[in-house]
């Protein structure tokens, strides 16, 4: 007899087939059964609901919150059953304990720096192997390539020479060795951003012989947003490497309405044999550190440089002119405007929820000063929502067939952007059901089978007799985002059973705390693996 029988759902597998109504057994944390009249020692009524794959976050920012607060409720009660960590070229393996230290300081503004926490790992096994000491959800790792290049060449914007490109070469086969899924940039952040194309080509090579892809956060998404697609597009082509594009907007008023013209890059790119897939998440603003927005050189040398430079009158100037007038490559070339750049976390709580222009108008300041003085008394550890999005844009990308989810969500400031508590239910809610952009079939296929393809698991990812049991159980009239900008850390309605490998993480709409999740790594034929039994 089954452990647990889901009675009656609509089964939607994953695979943008119709919905069904059947009998799901699960048992020692697989699906054991799909059928009529199956019979467990628990059975749950689930007329009414949708039974559908767990969500696959493809881009989260919960390297830490995993740790610190493994329940990690913004995603279960979301139906988050899997994320992909190690994002936008920046995190915490593999490290040495100089660059651990500037990486704390440098991304402490999206995922935070607990204090008391335990730094127990150097390198990606060990972090994977520290994550399934407990956790939630599922996780896969990317390594990051600014990592990498931090390890291997420190912050100095200068080409690598092939003693470099060696050693990076040597760290990204090590992290795929022990079972990074692939390799991230974030090409507008130091160090990372300082790497020419002919070095990713390099190092994206060495991604593709371990069977995994490059996620890129690539070097502009506003001013020349479609040559910066198109420019990796040609280091994926080049290097024989699966690209997944990281929160694939097209922002700022330049190309409002001008996703047709990203959308026919890709397909043109995809009919030429390019293997494409890309993630989104259904809001407009974006979020990142305040830090992000300054120009690369002033970010050479690390975060100890950035404090010297921002109290340095010259480089002040030269700051000021970069991020005003000409557009810091920071900002992606567009010249920053302030009413745009609303504080998301900081020391002072004054300043959360208040946008830059606000508080300069407020103090009798120019915007640069409060920019300034926010960054050295958060010690750059300042969060932002940057208001530059699309409505139309946003719905154009999402019905593309390469589009998968990715939340992007970064759980570290005072008032984090909703996202990280609402993007699934959003997308089923807003998009699919109040709005008709998707179908329910295709936006579950985006969310879950299409994502598990990328991440090679080979056993995920759709409804199957055999496959872990990462479910979740939805009510398509009720489903619906309630995290908000003033109130972001809200639970969704109309998700009341989330299950990870068979465990409940979410039972009758309540958290229950386990921590079924793995490490899942890398395979060398069937896709990632755990070690946990």
């Known amino acids: 007899m089954a452990d647990l029988v889901l009675r009656g759902a609509t089964v939607i597998d994953g695979t943008g087939a119709p919905g069904a109504r059947a009998d799901v057994a699960l048992d020692g944390g697989r699906i054991a059964a799909i059928g009529p009249g199956l019979t467990g020692r628990r059975v749950l009524d689930a007329d009414g609901l949708a039974l559908c794959p767990g969500f696959i976050d493809m881009h989260a920012h919960s390297d830490l919150a995993l740790l610190a607060e493994p329940a990690h409720a913004a995603k279960t009660t979301q139906g988050v059953t899997c994320e992909v960590l190690g994002q936008d070229g920046l995190s915490y393996a593999p490290v040495d304990d100089v660059t651990l230290e500037q990486t704390r300081q440098a991304i402490a503004g999206w995922n935070g720096d607990p204090p008391g926490f335990s730094w127990s790992w150097r390198g990606v096994g060990e972090y994977l192997d520290r994550l399934d000491t407990g956790i939630a959800v599922n996780a896969c790792y990317l390594v990051p390539q600014g990592s990498v290049r931090m390890l291997a060449m420190g912050w100095e914007p200068r080409p690598a020479n092939a003693d470099d490109i060696n050693r990076q070469r040597a760290l990204v086969a090590e992290a795929m060795e022990q079972g990074a899924v692939g390799m991230s940039s974030g090409l507008t952040y130091a160090p990372g951003m300082y790497a020419s194309d002919d070095e990713l080509v390099e190092l994206c090579r060495v991604v593709a012989g371990y069977g995994g892809y490059y996620s890129p956060h690539h070097r502009s998404y506003g001013a020349g947003a479609l040559t910066a697609y198109a420019e990796m597009i040609e280091v994926s082509r080049r290097a024989g490497c699966p690209l997944h594009l990281a929160h694939a907007t097209m922002n700022f008023p330049e190309n409002a309405g001008r996703a047709p013209e990203l959308l026919k890059l890709l397909d043109h790119a995809i009919a030429d044999g390019c293997d494409i897939s890309l993630d989104t998440y259904p809001y407009l603003p974006g979020s990142t550190t305040l830090v992000a927005l300054v120009p690369s050189w002033a970010s050479a040398g690390g975060p100890e440089v950035i404090v010297r430079r921002l109290r340095d009158q010259g480089a002040l100037l030269r700051m ?135 991440l090679r698991l080979s056993d995920r990812g759709l409804i199957r007799t055999g496959y872990h049991a990462d479910l979740v159980l939805f009510d398509p009239a009720t489903v619906r985002d309630t995290a908000t900008f003033e109130d972001p850390c809200r639970q969704a309605d109309g998700i009341p059973y989330v299950f990870v490998n068979g465990v409940a993480v979410v039972d009758g709409g309540r958290p229950t705390g386990a921590l079924p999740g793995h490490a899942l790594r890398r395979g060398a034929a069937t896709g990632p693996v755990s070690r946990r039994s």
């Open 320 to 454: 000021r002119r970069d991020l005003e007038q000409l557009g810091s490559d920071g900002c992606h070339g567009v010249p920053a405007d302030w009413r745009t750049v609303e504080i998301s976390g900081s020391r002072d709580p004054r300043a959360v929820g208040r946008t830059i222009a606000d508080l300069a108008a407020e103090q009798g300041r120019p915007p640069f000063e409060v920019f300034r003085t926010l960054l050295l008394d958060d010690d750059l550890g300042t969060t932002i929502l940057h208001h530059v999005g699309n409505e139309e844009n946003v719905r154009t990308i999402m019905g593309h067939p390469a589009h998968t989810g990715g939340s992007d969500g970064i759980l570290g400031p005072a008032r984090p952007h909703p996202r990280a508590w609402g993007t699934f239910p959003r997308f089923l809610g807003r998009y699919v059901r109040d709005e008709g952009v998707l179908g329910l079939e295709e936006c579950v296929a985006h969310l879950t089978g299409r994502a598990a393809r990328r």
